[in-house]
């Protein structure tokens, strides 16, 4: 299976992201991360979905400074 097309873990997803796990599981229970699914007892993210969260949290750069 290709790295590309298997689900993350939610070790993986924290570190892509750079935040401590503790984080990314308080973002799931407020349902302000990204979009996971519940594989059995374990929590699973899809890469693209990941990035496409990531992306739509982009800021713009501040102007006039």
């Given at each position: ?28 229970w ?8 519940k ?13 496409a ?13």
């Amino acid at each position: 299976m290709n790295t590309q097309d298997r689900l993350w873990t939610l070790k993986e997803t924290a570190e892509f992201l750079g935040i401590p796990q503790n984080t990314l599981y308080q973002m799931n229970w407020k349902g302000t991360g990204p979009r996971s699914y519940k594989v059995g007892r374990h929590r699973r993210y899809e890469p693209a979905a990941v990035r496409a969260w990531l992306s739509e949290r982009a800021s713009e750069p501040e102007r006039g400074r």
